[in-house]
């Protein structure tokens, strides 16, 4: 069984910082990309940033500049400091992986339960 659980949501004032972690845990066997997506309330579910296992990353256009995503292979998780943030930044905030764990001869996405993330203005 593969899990992703992520922290260090919260509220914070307009142009705060806030970290969010993702782990990922159970029998893995590699991890590729990793990915923070975010639900805005209302909204649908977007692309916020990526890593791949090899460090490249890309990040949508309204976080460039603030957020930087990054990862420890060897501890399977991934972090994404959040700079300069906007109201518009609030929602809930979700880490996704692709894994390869010792059940599934083929990579599978996973997904964490989210952590809400709230800036006031």
């Known amino acids: 069984q593969v899990q992703l659980v992520e922290s260090g949501g919260g509220l914070v004032q307009e142009g705060g910082s806030l970290r969010l972690s993702c782990a990922a845990s159970?029998?893995?066997?590699?991890?590729?990309?990793m990915r923070w997506y975010r639900q805005p309330p209302g909204k649908k579910r977007e692309l916020v940033a990526s890593?791949?296992?090899?460090?490249?990353?890309n990040y949508a256009d309204p976080v460039k500049g603030r957020f930087i995503i990054s990862r420890d292979n060897a501890k399977n998780t991934m972090t994404l400091q959040m700079n300069g943030l906007k109201p518009e930044d609030t929602a809930v905030y979700y880490c996704?992986?692709?894994?390869?764990?010792?059940?599934?001869?083929?990579?599978?996405?996973?997904w964490g339960q989210g952590t809400q993330v709230t800036v006031s203005s």
């Open positions: 996704a992986a692709e894994i390869r764990s010792a059940y599934v001869t083929t990579p599978v996405d996973y």
């Open positions: 890593i791949t296992s090899g460090g490249s990353t």
């Open positions: 159970g029998n893995i066997v590699s991890v590729y990309y």
